[in-house]
């Protein structure tokens, strides 16, 4: 079945300090594309990365960077030098190709981000 | 302009009542789907839809109804509102390809309360 788990429902840091988000999934497809959504206190969902099962290479974009592994099922996001506007609701997620070209898109539970100025 | 739009914003209405969320979207994609979110359980798939006359259910539909009306709108209607229908509702797109580009962008929500 495919399931995505975000363990940390809540984290609180220090601005500047850097920290990473866990994400681990399950999933039988081979294909498959993974997602990392942001929701700030305003409520909407800001596509922040999509990631395909084939490329584990690891990408950094500014203060953000993603580790891929398909060998423990994980993709962790981390923020470097967090900032005051990190602060949100960030969720992973899975998507996985069905009949009838639907993508079945699964998402986790999210992690609540302050940082604390 | 935003890309995706949701009306309205914010609603409350009580038990029985009929209500619509609308969603319109300037992307020009095909695949449109509506979303609600509650707390701690993360986002759940309520319809999606491919075209304007290929409409499905998602995981948790019951209570729900849509209308496709052109490719850029797609509305949820709750035909007797209750109160575990309040939620934030999300509207997302996303444009049929090859699976490299299959990503949903999202609608700012509806924040729905039924009392």
């Known amino acids: 079945a495919q399931k995505v788990t975000q363990a940390q429902t809540e984290i609180s840091v220090v601005e500047k300090e850097d920290v990473t988000l866990d994400c681990v999934y399950e999933?039988?497809?081979?294909?498959?594309?993974l997602f990392w959504y942001k929701q700030p206190p305003s409520g909407e969902l800001v596509f922040l990365i999509r990631?395909?099962?084939?490329?584990?290479q690891n990408e950094i974009s500014g203060r953000y960077s993603w580790n891929f592994q398909k060998s423990t099922s994980s993709f962790n996001f981390t923020i470097t030098a967090s900032q005051v506007v990190d602060s949100a609701v960030y969720f992973c997620?899975?998507?996985?190709?069905?009949?009838?070209?639907?993508?079945?898109?699964?998402f986790g539970t999210g992690t609540k981000l302050q940082v604390i100025p | 302009d935003a890309d995706v739009t949701q009306t309205p914003r914010n609603r409350i209405t009580k038990t029985g009542k009929r209500i619509m969320l609308e969603c319109s979207q300037t992307?020009?994609?095909?695949?449109m789907y509506w979303y609600r979110q509650d707390p701690g359980l993360g986002l759940r798939l309520i319809y999606y839809?491919?075209?304007?006359?290929?409409?499905n259910k998602g995981e948790i539909s019951d209570g729900y109804s849509v209308s496709r009306q052109a490719q850029a709108k797609f509305s949820l209607s709750l035909e007797s509102a209750i109160p575990n229908q309040t939620a934030l509702y999300f509207c997302?797109?996303?444009?049929?390809?090859?699976?490299?580009?299959?990503?949903?962008?999202f609608g700012p929500g509806t924040r729905l309360t039924v009392l």
């Open positions: 997302a797109t996303s444009d049929f390809g090859t699976i490299s580009t299959d990503t949903q962008y």
């Open positions: 999933t039988r497809d081979t294909t498959y594309y």
């Open positions: 990631r395909n099962s084939f490329d584990e």
């Open positions: 997620a899975l998507s996985e190709w069905r009949a009838g070209g639907y993508q079945k898109v699964t």
């Open positions: 992307k020009g994609h095909d695949r």
């Open positions: 839809s491919f075209d304007v006359k290929d409409i």
